[in-house]
Nanobody, 120 residues
Framework: QVQLAESGGGLVQPGGSLRLSCAAS????????VNWYRQAPGKQRELVAI???????NYADSVKGRFTISRDNAKITVYLQMNSLKPEDTGVYYC??????????????WGQGTQVTVSS
């Protein structure tokens, strides 16, 4: 059974940093686009960052220059480095992996989420 496990969330003061991790079991991210989403209370889930199977990255305008998505060489863990955090970054952060090959294009996996709270 494929699992995505997020970790690294917590409470941080404005201006602080956190690094989230998304660890995969039974899949290799080299065949998946991996997305970080977040959902704030009372709001819709929004896409924060993406790293494609080929390693291309893209970010929501609200986090550009502050967040960095990366992937380890073994391609089983994706990270989201979050710097200069703001209260509006608060929410539950979810890791999502979508297959990109003909053989796995229907695969769409989600983690359980990790809470990030930015508050003084």
């Amino acid at each position: 059974q494929v699992q995505l496990a997020e970790s690294g969330g917590g409470l941080v003061q404005p201006g602080g940093s956190l690094r989230l991790s998304c660890a995969a079991s039974r899949i290799n991210f080299s065949n998946y686009n991996v997305n970080w989403y977040r959902q704030a209370p009372g709001k819709q889930r929004e896409l924060v960052a993406i790293i494609t199977s080929g390693g291309t990255t893209n970010y929501a305008d609200s986090v550009k220059g502050r967040f960095t998505i990366s992937r380890d060489n073994a391609k089983i863990t994706v990270y989201l480095q979050m710097n200069s955090l703001k209260p509006e970054d608060t929410g539950v952060y979810y890791c999502n992996a979508k297959g990109v090959l003909l053989s796995n294009r229907g695969n769409d996996y989600w983690g359980q989420g990790t809470q990030v709270t930015v508050s003084s």
